[in-house]
């Protein structure tokens, strides 16, 4: 299994420009989510999905958005990027099974708009 | 809203000593507790799951523990080794979905 998987790996953006993060995971987690993580500050949740065509917001869901068309893939769509979006991103997935829900996370992709 | 501390946020100890991480919650209604360990620039790998009926989990050198009722986990890493230098997260499962993070404590080994 390759587990979670996130393109690209950095990104450099102007202000006002729109763009896509991907994730991809192929160990049928019903559940993904989207984190930033800045310094000093841990991870916040972005937004997140419980299955195919269910999302919901998460902490800091402004500025984004997701759609989870199938189990494989949920992408996150900046819209219009502003500088303040700078920052690491990371892609999760997790499963009910045994009811743990332990978290797997990809690599990250690391955005700066300037 | 759950609020998730780690102190210290640094922490510099020789080679073999004992670690000690602390992690405190405000909110002790957790379905699970799960510690992290993120090497620079890199994503988190996970190191521990503790379940709110849990009062421990170990694996090797590490074990982890829970006090729901005081909003503490304790992680500790027996024997420290240079790779052990990393920054340890810890985060807090409600009963929704929403994960809380700790900003983390980083680590060094120093040989």
């Known amino acids: 299994n390759a587990g979670v998987t996130q393109t690209p790996k950095f990104q450099v953006l102007k202000t006002g420009q729109s763009m896509t993060l991907q994730c991809a995971q192929d160990?049928?987690?019903?559940?993904m989510s989207w984190y930033r993580q800045d310094p000093g500050m841990g991870l916040r949740l972005i937004h997140y999905s419980v299955g195919a065509g269910i999302t919901d917001q998460g902490e800091v869901p402004n500025g984004y958005n997701v759609s989870r068309s199938t189990t494989e893939d949920f992408p996150l769509r900046l819209l219009s990027a502003a500088p303040s979006q700078t920052s690491v991103y990371f892609c999760?997935?997790?499963?009910?099974?045994?009811?743990?829900?332990?978290?797997?996370f990809g690599p990250g992709t690391r955005l700066t708009v300037t | 809203k759950q609020e998730v501390t780690q102190i210290p946020a640094a922490l510099s100890v020789p080679e073999g000593e004992n670690l000690v991480l602390n992690c405190s919650f405000t909110?002790?209604?957790?379905?699970?507790l799960q510690w992290f360990r993120q090497d620079p620039g890199k994503g988190l790998t996970s190191l521990l799951l503790?379940?709110?009926?849990?009062r421990e989990q170990t694996s090797g050198r590490l074990n982890a523990s829970l006090d729901k009722s005081s909003g503490r986990s304790t992680l500790y890493i027996a024997a420290s080794q240079p790779g052990d230098s990393a920054t340890y997260l810890c985060?807090?499962?409600?009963?929704?979905?929403?994960?809380?993070f700790g900003a983390g404590t980083t680590v060094t080994v120093r040989a």
């Open positions: 160990m049928n987690h019903e559940y």
């Open positions: 503790i379940q709110s009926s849990q």
């Open positions: 909110d002790s209604a957790i379905y699970n």
């Open positions: 985060a807090v499962r409600p009963n929704d979905y929403k994960l809380s």
């Open positions: 999760a997935s997790s499963y009910s099974g045994q009811g743990t829900y332990e978290q797997y």
